[in-house]
């Protein structure tokens, strides 16, 4: 489970002296930085292991910013990206924003609206691993259950207000007595206390949706 | 004017012969007419001397009467004392000569013998007078034709002396016979006349005188039977003028003062034609008159001829008057020459009628052969048809006119397929009043009329309401035999502006008299728009590249500040942080810090208004024909590069239409274009050439700026700004045209060399459905 602490800020800038500036910069506020002058090295050198946010320059020779999106989306390279440019305009910002940039800054930016970015993406960053990782352990759990157990608890899951043994009974053409027994395993297995925390578990992970 | 062949002909057929006729009626009627004035003069003539010759005649028995008894008396064979046989003789003379109205015989004694016809008691009457010494006494014996005595009587009262009387004191005076004038007789109150005779003794002395009385009453009947044409009348004068014999015997007879007849002068006569005819003549005299006198008169409106012969002799004392209206001896003359006339007048008609035929049939070869022309020259008949029969002469000129009409139409032919099929307008003008005359179909096309509605157009009707003068100097040039070559501004019937080249000459025929003018017209429209089109771009552009470059050159260098701008805040903020965490922060430091901070996002602030002033131009963005732009920049920078001997070869394909900012573009295909010539300029090299070619691929078009020039500098970046090959560049284009480029959502390159040739290309969108969906959201 990552944290903080083993974040990284991957700096991609053809600009020499922008690299340099911000890696000094971020590195004495605590940030682990790595820096590269291009987008192609970015792509060849990318460790998948790494997680952490992207600080992009929109304006680089042979490939640009919007670019490098596009192949990171493509490579599955689920990394928050704040765009940065010398020259930023409202329609490649929005374009940008709408493929799912945490923000673009013009150049020259102050230091705590970089940092508010940087921290806005590794909440966005940490809230995803998590659900992910939730997701992944309901899945997990699910995948243990019967077969009939896994209808009983996708009945009550997707009808969260009619989870009365009667009504799962008749949906199942099943007595409700035997519902009973399904629902107490389902909740054993799952790890959940209750219905409640079973619907919402799986409504949050995005189970069954 | 000149008359047509057949009115000539009839003419002169009809009027010839009209002539001909009218000339030998005139002929005839005056030389008739004198003919028979002068046989009536002769015929007047002929009568006059008939009646003088019968007059004679009728007085000669008088005359030889008389002379018989006289010479017998004076030899003695009768004895003239003895009264019985004096009246034997005197009885037997008076029986035998009917004309006798009575013969007597006087003597110097007194004595008086008288035998005398007699209507009452007999036959005959005798007077004897004897004188006595004492007196004398008268006895009276009637007697039979076979002298018989039928009763006596004797009259004692009786005086009468014949010495006395005036026949014997004439012949007694001239001793030879004589005439008495006519006198009235007083026993049968009849005309009459007396010849005397005198009887001489040996010694020359008068013994006696002889006398024979003759009625002349019948020399009117005579005259009464003569004719003298129809209306003619003769009349015996006397010298006095009396008329002593006349047609109608009663009007010679007049009362006079005394109560006796006497005869009437001819000025006095109860004839007013005979007044007219001789008035004149008797008061200048009848007894002066020498001869034979002729003359014509007129009288009531007729016209006459009259003579009057003199024949003052011992034979006849008389003249002959004879007057005649001519009317008489012409009338019937004259009634066939107005037959003639008429006759005349009919063969006039007829043969005029004949000529006016035969004019027609000669000249009806003539008149085929002038419609004939007519027709081929309207072109109603073919030439191939058959030639109408006609003369010899008029064949040959009809082979001719047919030959002329055969070319004629074969060039005209040529010359109407040639007007009417040509690829340029064309046009016949009227010289005057600059009607067309007639418009060919591409001249009718490219104004939008029918051939029709053109007919009835003028020049001046197409006129652009702006270029007045258009037709004024086209009239000028036309008349001056000045070509008319001018681009000016017509209207079209949709109201639309037509720009049209017309080139116009104006047609004269030998005389030099102005024909038509034949003008060909060019639609130079289109032209005329793409002239202005580019010469609106090329403003366009100056004032884009104006405040682009300026532009250009602030968006590069906010660029280029703003990464060591971003770099000085991020290092101050660093050095800020830094000395904050130690131990003994220096405020002044930190402040300096700071406001270094604070002083590089001011900078950045700067940049960023300026920015975001010039960002405001861009260009209109919208859809382009992308060939049409190429060609136009092509003809602004052509100057450039002919001057300098440059070829530029561009060849259009079809092309969806670009979307973007069609000057930005163009900007940067004339950027590319002047790096080109510059590159070639400097490389002076033998081919100098520039090949622009453009081509639609994935949803883009991709243009490509050949050139054979010096290459790309390998040391340099060409895209990055401020930095340059060119000695006085400074090293924006290619920066500033990627730009441009990239913010219409294209690329710009440099392709990798070749030998001897340097390749920019850039790529622009297609127009498509998402980018409009793009546009709209």
């Known amino acids: 489970m990552p944290d903080e602490q083993n974040l990284t800020v991957f700096v991609i800038d053809d600009d020499d002296d922008i690299r340099s500036s911000l890696s000094r910069a971020l590195g004495i506020r605590g940030y682990l930085v790595e820096t590269f002058s291009s987008a192609r090295q970015f792509l060849d050198e990318y460790d998948k292991n790494k997680l952490g946010c992207v600080i992009l320059d929109y304006g680089m020779p042979d490939m640009n910013g919007l670019e490098l999106q596009q192949h990171m989306k493509q490579q599955a390279i689920d990394l928050p990206i704040i765009f940065i440019t010398g020259h930023g305009g409202i329609p490649e910002s929005v374009r940008a924003i709408k493929e799912g940039a945490v923000d673009f800054l013009e150049k020259p930016f102050r230091q705590k609206t970089l940092v508010n970015c940087i921290e806005t993406a590794f909440g966005t960053l940490l809230e995803v691993q998590q659900l992910q990782q939730s997701y992944r352990q309901l899945q997990n759990n699910f995948d243990r259950l019967t077969n009939r157990e896994k209808e009983v608890a996708q009945f009550i899951v997707l009808n969260p207000s009619s989870t009365s043994s009667k009504d799962i009974g008749r949906h199942l053409e099943i007595s409700p007595r035997t519902v009973d027994h399904h629902r107490a395993r389902v909740l054993e297995k799952m790890g959940m206390t209750s219905v409640t925390e079973l619907v919402d578990q799986c409504v949050k992970a995005g189970l069954f949706l | 004017m000149k008359l047509s062949l057949g009115v000539i002909l009839a003419i002169y057929l009809t009027g010839l012969q009209l002539i001909a006729v009218i000339s030998v009626v005139l002929i005839s009627y005056v030389s008739s007419e004198n003919v028979l004035i002068d046989h009536t003069r002769s015929l007047l003539s002929d009568t006059g001397h008939n009646v003088i010759d019968h007059s004679k005649d009728f007085l000669e028995p008088a005359r030889s009467a008389a002379e018989l008894a006289k010479r017998l008396t004076e030899t003695d064979i009768v004895d003239r004392e003895n009264a019985d046989s004096l009246e034997k003789l005197l009885f037997q003379q008076l029986k035998t000569t009917s004309q006798f109205s009575g013969m007597f015989y006087g003597d110097e004694s007194g004595n008086f013998v008288y035998v005398m016809r007699s209507d009452d008691v007999a036959e005959y009457r005798t007077k004897v007078v004897r004188t006595f010494a004492t007196g004398q006494e008268a006895s009276f014996v009637w007697r039979d034709p076979d002298y018989n005595v039928v009763e006596r009587e004797v009259d004692p009262l009786d005086v009468f002396d014949p010495r006395t009387r005036p026949w014997y004191r004439s012949a007694k005076e001239s001793k030879d016979f004589i005439w008495t004038d006519p006198y009235i007789f007083f026993s049968s109150q009849k005309p009459g006349i007396t010849a005397a005779v005198p009887v001489m003794e040996g010694d020359g002395t008068v013994s006696g005188v002889f006398g024979v009385d003759i009625e002349i009453e019948a020399l009117s009947d005579f005259l009464a039977q003569l004719k003298i044409g129809q209306n003619g009348v003769a009349m015996i004068l006397t010298r006095q003028g009396n008329v002593i014999a006349h047609p109608n015997s009663e009007l010679i007879k007049v009362k006079n003062k005394e109560d006796t007849l006497e005869f009437v002068n001819i000025t006095d006569i109860n004839d007013e034609i005979v007044q007219a005819a001789f008035g004149e003549l008797a008061q200048s005299g009848i007894a002066s008159l020498g001869q034979e006198a002729q003359s014509e008169f007129e009288h009531d409106g007729y016209g006459y001829v009259s003579t009057v012969i003199p024949a003052y002799n011992q034979e006849l004392p008389w003249a002959i008057a004879i007057y005649a209206p001519t009317e008489d001896f012409i009338g019937g003359i004259k009634a066939n020459r107005i037959r003639n006339i008429w006759i005349a007048v009919f063969i006039a008609l007829i043969t005029g009628l004949i000529g006016l035929k035969v004019a027609d049939r000669i000249n009806r070869p003539v008149r085929d052969f002038a419609s004939l022309a007519v027709l081929l020259s309207s072109g109603e008949v073919s030439t191939s048809d ?272 670009a979307i973007g900012s069609r000057v930005q573009v163009a900007q940067v295909i004339v950027n590319l274009l002047r790096n080109a010539i510059e590159a070639i300029v400097v490389a002076e090299l033998p081919t100098k050439r520039i090949e622009v070619r453009a081509e639609a691929n994935n949803g883009m078009i991709k243009v490509a700026v050949e050139d054979t020039g010096c290459g790309v500098d390998p040391d340099i970046d060409l895209f990055t700004q401020f930095e340059t090959s060119k000695q006085d560049g400074m090293g924006l284009g290619l920066a500033f045209s990627r730009s441009i480029i990239e913010a219409n959502g294209g690329k710009l390159w440099c392709e990798p060399e070749t030998e001897h040739s340097t390749k920019f290309c850039f790529t622009l969108p297609v127009l498509s459905m998402k980018q409009l969906e793009n546009d709209n959201a």
Not at chain 2, 394 to 421: C, H, I, M, P, W
Not at chain 2, 473 to 494: G, M
């Open chain 2, 386 to 657: 058959d030639i109408p029969e006609t003369y010899r002469e008029l064949k040959q000129a009809s082979q001719t006119l047919l030959n002329e009409v055969v070319q004629r139409k074969a060039f005209e032919r040529e010359y109407g397929v040639t007007f009417d099929l040509a690829s340029r307008g064309m046009a016949q003008i009227s010289p005057n009043t600059g009607r067309f005359i007639r418009t060919n179909a591409h001249f009718n096309d490219i104004l939008g009329f029918t051939a029709k509605e053109m007919q009835g157009m003028k020049f001046s009707d197409i006129l652009h309401p702006d270029d007045t003068d258009t037709y004024i100097s086209f009239q000028y040039a036309v008349h001056k035999n000045v070509e008319y070559n001018q681009e000016r501004r017509y209207l079209r019937k949709d109201g639309t502006i037509a720009w049209l080249r017309v080139n116009a000459i104006l047609i004269r025929d030998e005389d030099g008299k102005p024909l038509h003018t034949v003008a060909t017209i060019d639609d130079v429209t289109s032209l005329k728009l793409s002239e202005e089109k580019i010469n609106e771009l090329s403003r366009e552009l100056s004032h884009f590249s104006r405040i682009n470059m300026m532009g250009q050159m602030a968006t590069g260098l906010a660029h280029e500040l703003n990464q060591p701008l971003t770099a000085i805040t991020q290092n101050a903020d660093a050095a800020l942080l830094t000395v904050s965490q130690s131990a003994n922060p220096d405020p002044e430091l930190i402040e300096i810090l700071e406001e270094m901070e604070e002083q590089a996002h001011r900078g950045a602030d700067i940049i960023r208004a300026l920015r975001g002033f010039i960002r405001k131009e861009k260009g209109d963005s919208g859809a382009y024909d992308l060939n049409e732009l190429i060609e136009q920049t092509l003809c602004l920078v052509h100057p450039e590069a002919s001057v300098r001997g440059i070829n530029i070869l561009f060849k259009a394909q079809a092309l969806p239409n």
